[in-house]
């Protein structure tokens, strides 16, 4: 089983940037579609993007536009790039792995593998 370890969370002002990073363990990286969740304090936890392949993505409406996912199947790790952060961006932000080749198990929280989670804070 993968074993995802994430980094990159940290303290940013409204309108700046910051790029997670999740490395995962395990040689069949590229089997799993990758994903990115998060979940502020009293809210619950909902997925923010999530790649499969090289090139297929899936977007929540709320940061379309402003975070980017990619994967790097030669380093086993995927990111997360977010851009023109907001208040409301703030939380934990997980890592997640789901097998498949498909957006349906990850979209309906069928998770294989977690990180155990970072935090970002966007300051107004």
């Known amino acids: 089983q993968v074993q995802l370890v994430e980094s990159g969370g940290g303290l940013v002002q409204a309108g700046g940037s910051l790029r997670l990073s999740c490395v995962a363990s395990?040689?069949?990286?590229?089997?799993?579609?990758m994903g990115w969740f998060r979940q502020a304090p009293g809210k619950e936890r909902e997925l923010v993007a999530a790649?499969?392949?090289?090139?297929?993505?899936y977007y929540a409406d709320s940061v379309k536009g402003r975070f980017t996912i990619s994967r790097d199947n030669a380093k086993n790790t995927v990111y997360l790039q977010m851009s023109s952060l907001k208040p409301e961006d703030s939380a934990v932000y997980y890592c997640?792995?789901?097998?498949?080749?498909?957006?349906?198990?990850?979209?309906?929280?069928?998770?294989?593998?977690w990180g155990q989670g970072t935090l970002v804070t966007v300051s107004s």
């Open positions: 997640a792995a789901s097998v498949g080749n498909t957006f349906y198990r990850i979209v309906n929280n069928a998770i294989d593998a």
């Open positions: 395990g040689r069949t990286f590229s089997s799993y579609v």
């Open positions: 790649i499969r392949g090289g090139t297929s993505t």
